[in-house]
Structures are given as C-alpha cells and as structure tokens.
C-alpha cells in the first residue's frame, strides 16, 4: 500500500519487505502483512483505506484530471442519488466529459473492479469479511462468490447486483451521440 508510505505511516524498506512477504504467502493479504509485521497498526490501515477510497472515487479522479468541476461533480451526484444510475454514465450522458474520459479515470483508478473490490467498496462486506473469504477460497478452490455466499457474508441476490453492476462498470459505458 502505497498510500501508507505517502502517509508516512511505513517506511520505504517496510513497504519493500511487505511485497517481499506479499511474493512469497500469496494468500495473505497485503493489509494482513503489514499489521502482523508490527509495519503498522489496524488504524493506520483504516485511515489508508478510507483515504484511498476518497482518492479513488470516478469523480474525484476526473475532477483531479481536470474533465469535470466540482460543481459538475455535484450535480452528477445529486442526479445519482435520486436515479441510482453510475456516475461515469451521469458524466457522459450530461455533456461533462467524453467516455474517453471515463475509461481513462476507470484505468487510472488504483482501486480495481473485481469482485471483492466491489463488494467491500459498495458497502456489502467488511475488510474483515473479505480476508477471511479469500483465506477459505484458497483452501477450498472455490469461486470467491461461492465462498461468501457460503459464509453467509452476502446472499445471492446481493451477488447478482454486483455481479451487474461490474458488468456495467467494464462494458457498458454510454457512446456520446
């Protein structure tokens, strides 16, 4: 985690020794490293996360490349709030920026649209929750959405949403007419 050595919460060799241990105990994670290393403490890894999150939400990301404003960003998400639709789509269909503009800040995102990712981002699970399900994945060789649903972590139907909602995210962004 990058972020955590922008923080100056880990230094540079603690960072460089976590990806060592990262290479070597696949399973684990990055956070899980970091903690059981004594490189930081859980807060420190919450604070990293959150602040990572805000960094890393589309509008911020296109509002720090300079395709929206903030008062664009507003307006985007007020729409959002009252039709659920995806901000990227909200952006484009509103004239704000190109859907160049949203694939570029999707691949610049340093958060990632895998299911864990997008499960924990959206409120569905718990860190916690998550690192446990991929531990027992590992062990059992099972899809993570299985794993979870197993665990009784998310139900089937919160699986289906997201499941929809990285389809959206991945290929179905709007065309500008």
Do not use: H, W
Not at 22 to 39: M, T, V
Not at 64 to 70: A, D, F, G, W
Not at 155 to 172: C, F, H, N, S
């Amino acid at each position: 985690m990058k972020i955590l050595f922008q923080m100056k919460k880990i230094s540079a060799e603690q960072l460089e020794k976590a990806i060592e241990i990262k290479n070597e105990k696949k399973a684990k994670l990055f956070g899980q490293i970091l903690i059981e290393a004594g490189f930081c403490t859980s807060l420190d890894l919450r604070l990293a996360l959150e602040k990572q999150q805000f960094e890393t939400r589309i509008g911020q990301v296109l509002y720090r490349m300079n395709k929206v404003n903030e008062e664009q960003v507003e307006e985007a998400l007020s729409i959002q709030k009252e039709t659920g639709a995806l901000l990227g789509f909200i952006f484009v269909q509103k004239g704000f920026c190109s859907t160049e503009d949203v694939i570029n800040a999707l691949k610049t995102q340093k958060r990632d649209n895998r299911l864990g990712s997008l499960l924990l981002r959206e409120g569905y699970l718990s860190e916690e929750q998550l690192e446990i399900a991929l531990i027992e994945q590992d062990k059992e060789n099972v899809l993570l959405g299985e794993m979870l649903i197993r665990l009784d972590f998310i139900t089937t139907q919160d699986l289906a949403d997201v499941l929809i909602l990285q389809g959206k995210i991945l290929y179905q962004l709007p065309s500008q007419d």
